[in-house]
């Protein structure tokens, strides 16, 4: 979460069980939105960003995915 307050402009964060059905999926979804699509590699490279998914095992982030809708 303290990426998402770390970047200007993302709103509406939420932090529930995953409902997406993919073969190779996380059990938490975690969503927000962007004020447009530029705001979204800014979020992802953030260092608190990196920071956390610097933490997660290579099994954890196999399953990591990433879906944009407009």
């Not at 307050?5 to 964060?13: H, P």
């Not at 998914?53 to 099994?59: C, K, L, R």
Request: hydrophobic share 40%.
């Amino acid at each position: 979460r303290k990426a998402f307050e770390a970047v200007e402009g993302l709103s509406d964060y939420s932090a529930r069980r995953n409902i997406v059905q993919r073969d190779v999926n996380m059990d938490l979804m975690i969503s927000f939105k962007a004020p447009g699509p530029d705001v979204i590699p800014v979020y992802l490279k953030h260092p608190l960003h990196l920071a956390a998914a610097a933490v997660s095992g290579p099994h954890e982030t196999a399953r990591f995915s990433f879906d944009c809708e407009d």
